[in-house]
């Protein structure tokens, strides 16, 4: 299947300069290294999400990699957000969010949408289910807090998807604090979602 990225092999990584490695034995501390707790996390790529509800009257939204798949049957998806977050109060309030996967040339929402709003911006928003859903996304969902748990300073909200779809599109990625795009891909056909999954 062709893509619009460039593909290369699997195994021909670019590898960053090796620094030295950290280690923090987190284990009977009162206080662990916040730079580098977000440091160990960051080092898990992820794609990067906008959280979408409709409270007070407009569509809202907060950017999140705190995503991922809850259920197949039934179809359950999860986010963790913040609870000192103006999203989280939405949620509550509103009991239902939509997930937006942003694709690479939506990097400008990633910083609107995470406290650093870009003056003029005015992002296109469709409504599934009264959940707002921004256009122009990887993929889209929108559902109904099914569950929520308690997480420390987060909470884990488990949406119960109402909506879905999804468009051959090139998603952002984030890592270590920066955003950045697929380089290689392995195609589609190539490698089957396993159907137990
Ligand atoms: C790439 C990225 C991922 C983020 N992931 C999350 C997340 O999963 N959960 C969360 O609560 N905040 C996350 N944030 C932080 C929120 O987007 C940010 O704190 C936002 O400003 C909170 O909204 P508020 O300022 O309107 O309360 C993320 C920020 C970025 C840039």
């Given at each position: 299947?062709?893509?619009?990225i460039?593909?290369?092999a699997?195994?021909?990584?670019?590898?960053?300069?090796r620094?030295?490695?950290?280690?923090s034995?987190?284990?009977g501390l009162?206080?662990?290294?916040l730079?580098?707790?977000?440091?160990?996390?960051?080092?898990?790529?992820?794609?990067?999400?906008v959280?979408?509800?409709?409270?007070?009257?407009?569509?809202?939204?907060?950017?999140?990699?705190?995503?991922?798949s809850?259920?197949?049957?039934?179809?359950?998806?999860?986010?963790c957000?913040?609870?000192?977050?103006?999203?989280?109060?939405?949620?509550?309030?509103t009991?239902?969010?939509?997930v937006n996967?942003?694709?690479?040339d939506?990097?400008?929402?990633?910083?609107?949408?995470?406290?650093?709003?870009?003056?003029?911006?005015?992002?296109a928003?469709k409504?599934?289910?009264?959940?707002?859903?921004l256009?122009?996304?990887?993929a889209?969902?929108?559902?109904?807090?099914?569950?929520?748990?308690?997480?420390?300073?987060?909470?884990?909200?488990?949406?119960?998807i109402?909506?879905m779809?999804?468009?051959?599109?090139?998603?952002?990625v984030?890592?270590?604090?920066g955003?950045?795009?697929?380089?290689?891909?392995?195609?589609r056909?190539?490698?089957?979602?396993?159907?137990?999954?």
């Amino acid at each position: 299947m062709p893509n619009d990225i460039e593909r290369g092999a699997a195994s021909d990584p670019v590898e960053p300069p090796r620094g030295p490695s950290v280690t923090s034995d987190t284990a009977g501390l009162d206080r662990i290294d916040l730079a580098l707790f977000r440091k160990v996390m960051g080092s898990f790529p992820t794609g990067v999400t906008v959280i979408t509800t409709q409270a007070g009257g407009a569509p809202r939204g907060m950017t999140a990699n705190a995503f991922m798949s809850g259920s197949l049957d039934p179809p359950l998806c999860v986010v963790c957000v913040a609870k000192r977050a103006h999203m989280h109060g939405y949620l509550l309030q509103t009991g239902r969010f939509g997930v937006n996967v942003l694709a690479h040339d939506q990097e400008v929402y990633a910083g609107h949408f995470a406290g650093r709003p870009v003056a003029g911006l005015a992002p296109a928003f469709k409504t599934m289910h009264c959940v707002p859903l921004l256009v122009g996304s990887v993929a889209s969902m929108a559902s109904e807090v099914a569950a929520r748990h308690d997480c420390g300073d987060h909470t884990i909200f488990v949406g119960h998807i109402l909506f879905m779809e999804c468009a051959e599109r090139v998603p952002l990625v984030y890592h270590r604090g920066g955003f950045g795009a697929l380089m290689q891909i392995i195609d589609r056909e190539e490698v089957p979602v396993p159907e137990f999954w």
